[in-house]
């Protein structure tokens, strides 16, 4: 034992001294690892497990006037499976557990899927481990797929766009692509009011590479996108399309619109077409009908432009109400004949009989003394030759050519609306500023942009603009509302207990080096005339069925202002028209 | 014996570090079973709230089907409502009417819809079990008391 014992001890301490040491290179390893480099290890530890996903920012909706929905984001699931382990179901039925063949289950998820089963088993085959079974099905749907509690079923959520009034409006409000890109109308115009800025999240995975969870990380929320609020009314809106689309059919014409603004302050009530795109479905529609023709197709307007030839001839001084002419129904300009629309002997008719015919002859007239460079002012003053203040998408700027581009025949056919083409929106707007005492407002059709809060960023507005005086926008609008008291056309137009006026227009439709067989007829007014607060238009293109005169647009005029008339509740009309002789002795 | 009372003057200390510890882990245990509830917790939350988010839509889905103007002009059709486009006002001033009143017309544009809504959602009733009128029992009237049991004219 005394041998043994300092042995021991030696040893004791060796093994101490080895400890110690042992215990002191594992102490520097550990502070090492855990303090020195603990950072980067966690780092790269984490990169090999941690996945980056970006959180989808919710698109913003699109309302109308009153706030009801015309666009909005939801959910969409893709429904995907994983041929790899499919297999046989179990589930409980009563209590008792019971194996549901692969078959059965693909017969309940063929059904729910509402594709056919023979198309959907051969995709549960193989040793993927991914296979779309069906793109973007709804939320219902969605949830009874998670009911059958398949394990090898799974499914991708998706922001889908919903419109849910349909083709309502679809003309304006445009569409996005099934990547969420916006294609055409509001969507793409105000895309950076309706896009949110996208988040950013982390999660981690396992070895077999699957979500460990709870370990979601949001390393940057995503922020909603904001609301385009119009200004149209979509009630309105889709009175007006029914309307369009009921006479398109009577008329067996190609197409129609019909615009309503709102006197004094601009604002687009309504801007209706027909046909007119499903934004749900905007692969139905044939190309021609994805866009808004009211923006962005220009015509030749006809003889609804001698209200402002009429407007610029007394404005100038160079003419009045009561302008006496003497029209034949046709002259000679340089090498061509300009006609009236009907035969007639030669005609004294003061201004407003001129245009309660709608003379072409008497137009050039009363209005042959203005020179061309003022008409081509006041043309331009009412809003012609450059696209509106709205800004829609590809909107049309029309063609103006510039007076001096233009030749002997022009200078007279412009007077009466041909050499010269303007969009819907833009003769609408033109009739605004003779409803609205000559003062000229832009064109509204977006009243701002609206967050969360309910934080309005109005558009800007622009300054109205004086295009003709007071008296001269009146004396026009008095001599329009002796064509809807007098005019087979326009007495079709009117709307009972309210004065209202217009004017028809006839166009010719160029095609190749002259102009075709159809027609685009229009009738644009404003109502009611003792309190104008309306100022409107609607326009058929080529009607094949009453295709020579405007009687084609009065049918869906009337309707669709009656209906405006009665939904904004305005006060039926007082006092008579002025008495404005159309004839002379 | 100095070894031995150095021992026993230790045995409380080694028993406050023994019980310090074990009541620590106890502590820490039940911490942890509470976290791990917690967490079994939120994520119900979370899995409830993700429904509740999905019904959600369905039903506001389904509402915005059904108050599509599409889906209301159906409906008032179905009822015999259409438009008139030609109103009429009597003005209280003068009693005057204005307008000439004429009964609306069932136009295309006003019987139908013709606007295009592919979102709309088919929302018709489940077909309920109906019983032949033969078969159904005759439909009790609710009592109504006798005309002599009032004891005044209900109307001045």
């Known amino acids: ?585 | 014996m100095r070894n031995l009372s150095r021992a026993r003057a230790r045995g409380p200390i080694v028993m406050i570090v023994v019980v310090g510890f074990l009541a620590i882990s106890i502590l820490h245990l039940l911490l942890t079973i509470a976290t791990s509830q917690s967490v079994y917790e939120l994520s119900d939350l979370k899995r409830e709230k993700r429904e509740l988010d999905t019904t959600s839509q369905i039903i506001a889905e389904e509402v915005a089907s059904l108050s599509s103007q599409q889906n209301l002009l159906n409906t008032a059709a179905k009822l015999g409502m259409v438009a008139n486009s030609n109103p009429v006002f009597l003005r209280l001033d003068d009693q005057s009417v204005l307008g000439k009143p004429k009964p609306a017309l069932n136009s295309a544009s006003q019987s139908r819809n013709l606007v295009a809504n592919s979102a709309m959602i088919d929302t018709k009733p489940a077909k309920n079990k109906t019983t032949p009128a033969s078969q159904a029992e005759p439909q009790k009237l609710p009592q109504v008391a006798s005309v002599s049991a009032i004891p005044a004219s209900p109307t001045r």
């Open chain 1, 1 to 585: 034992m005394n041998h043994a014992g300092p042995v021991s001890a030696r040893k004791i301490r060796l093994l101490i001294t080895i400890s110690v040491i042992l215990v002191f290179v594992f102490l520097i390893r550990l502070i090492d690892f855990q303090v020195v480099r603990a950072e980067a290890i966690n780092q790269e530890s984490y990169e090999k497990r941690a996945v980056a996903r970006t959180i989808p920012a919710v698109r913003g909706d699109i309302l109308d006037a009153s706030g009801n929905i015309l666009a909005t984001t939801v959910y969409r699931y893709d429904i995907n499976a994983a041929p790899a382990i499919v297999r046989p179901v179990e589930r409980k039925i009563d209590g008792i557990a019971q194996v549901v063949s692969v078959e059965a289950v693909a017969t309940e998820l063929a059904r729910i899927l509402e594709v056919d089963v023979a198309e959907l088993l051969p995709k549960l085959i193989g040793k993927s481990h991914y296979v779309n079974l069906k793109k973007r099905v709804d939320a219902e749907t969605h949830r009874q797929i998670v009911e059958l509690e398949i394990p090898w079923i799974f499914a991708d959520p998706h922001h889908d766009r919903l419109y849910p009034n349909g083709a309502v409006a679809g003309n304006l409000i445009g569409f996005v692509g099934t990547d969420g890109e916006a294609l055409a109308g509001i969507e793409r115009q105000f895309n950076a009011c309706l896009a949110g800025v996208d988040g950013k999240e982390t999660f981690e995975k396992g070895v077999d590479g699957i979500k460990i969870p709870s370990s979601t990380v949001v390393i940057q929320q995503a922020k909603p996108g904001r609301d385009v609020i119009l200004t149209i009314d979509a009630d309105l809106q889709y009175q007006a399309q029914q309307v369009l689309a009921a006479e398109v059919k009577r008329l067996r014409a190609d197409w129609a619109t019909a615009v309503v603004i709102e006197v004094k302050t601009g604002r687009i009530v309504l801007a209706a077409e027909a046909p007119s795109v499903d934004p749900n479905n905007p692969g139905k529609s044939p190309k021609s009908e994805r866009g808004a023709r009211v923006f962005q197709y220009a015509y030749e307007p006809g003889s609804t432009m001698k209200a402002v030839t009429a407007a610029t001839a007394i404005d100038t001084g160079y003419a009045t109400v009561n302008t006496q002419v003497k029209a034949p129904s046709s002259m000679k300009v340089f090498d061509r004949v300009i006609k009236d629309s009907y035969s007639h002997p030669p005609t004294k008719w003061t201004l407003t009989g001129v245009l309660r015919f709608s003379s072409n002859v008497g137009t050039i007239k009363f209005a042959e003394k203005v020179p061309a460079k003022t008409r081509y002012e006041y043309m331009e003053a009412f809003g012609f030759g450059k696209p509106t203040a709205v800004g829609f998408e590809g909107e049309t700027q029309g063609v103006l050519n510039h007076y001096t581009e233009w030749d002997g025949v022009t200078n007279f056919t412009t007077m009466f609306g041909q050499a010269l083409s303007v969009s819907p929106v833009q003769m609408a707007s033109a009739y605004q500023v003779l409803a609205n005492e000559g003062v000229r407002l832009n064109p509204v059709l977006v009243a701002g942009c609206q967050d969360d809060e309910g934080n309005l960023t109005a558009v800007p507005k622009s300054e109205p603009t004086r295009v003709v005086s007071a008296n001269t926008a009146n004396d026009v609008m008095h001599v329009l509302e002796k064509i809807v008291e007098q005019g087979a056309i326009g007495q079709a137009t009117a709307v009972p207990g309210y004065r209202s006026a217009g004017k028809t227009g006839t166009a010719e439709i160029a095609e190749g080096n002259g102009y075709g067989d159809f027609f685009a007829t229009s009738f644009f007014g404003m109502a009611p005339v003792d309190n104008p607060k309306y100022a409107m238009g609607v326009m058929i293109y080529k009607p094949k069925r009453i295709w020579t005169n405007a009687m084609a647009a009065s049918f869906g005029y009337q309707k669709i202002l009656s209906q405006v008339l009665l939904a904004n509740r305005v006060s039926p009309s007082t006092g008579k028209s002025p008495d404005l002789p159309t004839e002379w002795k």
